[in-house]
């Protein structure tokens, strides 16, 4: 069946800093990808999202590429800051689209 | 605005005592789903809805029902709550895949239950 893999958290980092979150996957077919980032007592919100190959979701500084020959995407962002502290989940949408399919979440926390 | 209302936000309750999580949304979406969400695991569906009436099961049905027998609401009900469902529960709802917005899903606030 379809899976997500993404990096263990915490991830701690200075602000200004360059955050690269990494998602894996394994899916039959043609996923849709997703970010979605649940900040401190809310619900998930999406980040960013790409239905094809070779597709750039982009959202608020952040940037991922679907990369079918890798099955990769990859979270990125130039210059964190400290209200990016959150929770970043890597999802993906198979075919059925009957559900997303979720990584475990990293966490990741900058500090000032 | 556009929303996805889920009550309560916090339940602490006893083993085999039944509960009801409600979920409504304000979309006139199709599609209603419900995820656990356990540290590590990331979320896991439960059950969805394509549709008023129409159901199935996710990755982790066991211990949990649900009814849609109207569009906007999907309510979440455990018949005798174990410790082993002590989790955080979301709620999520998207139009048809047709719409254009290609499987985003727009999420709940989120309950916290906990079985003791």
């Known amino acids: 069946g379809d899976s997500v893999t993404q990096m263990e958290g915490p991830v701690t980092l200075s602000e200004e800093a360059f955050l690269t979150i990494n998602c894996t996957y394994t899916?039959?077919?043609?996923?849709?990808l997703f970010w979605y980032v649940q900040y401190p007592g809310e619900g998930l919100q999406l980040l960013l999202k790409?239905?094809?190959?070779?597709d750039k979701g982009s959202n608020k500084g952040f940037e991922a590429t679907y990369r079918k020959e890798t099955t990769s995407f990859h979270l990125e962002k130039g210059s964190v800051q400290v209200s990016d502290s959150a929770v970043y989940f890597c999802?993906?949408?198979?075919?059925?689209?009957?559900?997303?399919?979720f990584g475990g979440g990293t966490r990741v926390l900058v500090k000032p | 605005e556009a929303q996805v209302t889920q009550n309560p936000r916090y339940l602490i309750t006893v083993t085999g005592k039944k509960l009801t999580v409600t979920c409504s949304q304000n979309?006139?979406?199709?599609?209603m789903s419900w995820y656990r969400q356990d540290p590590g695991l990331g979320l896991r569906q439960i059950y969805y809805?394509?549709?008023?009436?129409?159901?199935d099961k996710g990755d982790v049905p066991e211990g949990y029902k649900v009814s849609r027998k109207e569009k906007r609401n999907f309510p979440l009900i455990l018949e005798s709550p174990s410790p082993n469902q002590t989790s955080l529960y979301f709620c999520?709802?998207?139009?048809?895949?047709?719409?254009?917005?290609?499987?985003?899903?727009?999420f709940g606030p989120g309950t916290r239950l906990t079985v003791t």
């Open positions: 999520a709802s998207r139009a048809s895949v047709g719409s254009g917005s290609l499987y985003e899903q727009y």
């Open positions: 899916a039959t077919g043609y996923p849709s």
């Open positions: 790409a239905t094809k190959a070779d």
């Open positions: 999802a993906l949408g198979g075919a059925a689209g009957n559900k997303l399919t």
């Open positions: 979309m006139n979406h199709e599609y």
């Open positions: 809805s394509m549709n008023v009436e129409v159901t």
